[in-house]
């Protein structure tokens, strides 16, 4: 089936939009597993890039939700 050339963008855009809008797998992590994976974070000090990264999403995530409730779900360093 031929889309005219002017739907596929929109249909693209409305993908990309879709996607976007979705809450990443650490927002939608609870308080106590985000805490957790944040505390073995700050015990082992990865050096690894790759988890590196993905502790620093934790701290972030753990930063977000402190401004948006206000305590602090996770351990500080």
Do not use: H, W
């Amino acid at each position: 089936m031929n889309t005219p050339r002017f739907l596929n963008p929109i249909l693209c855009l409305s993908a990309l939009l879709m996607v976007a809008c979705e809450p990443s797998r650490i927002e939608r992590m609870s308080d106590y597993e985000l805490g957790e994976r944040y505390s073995n974070c700050l015990d082992n000090k990865p050096t690894a890039p790759g988890v590196a990264t993905a502790c620093e999403n934790l701290r972030r995530e753990c930063e977000r939700r402190k401004q948006e409730l206000g305590s602090f779900v996770c351990r500080s360093r």
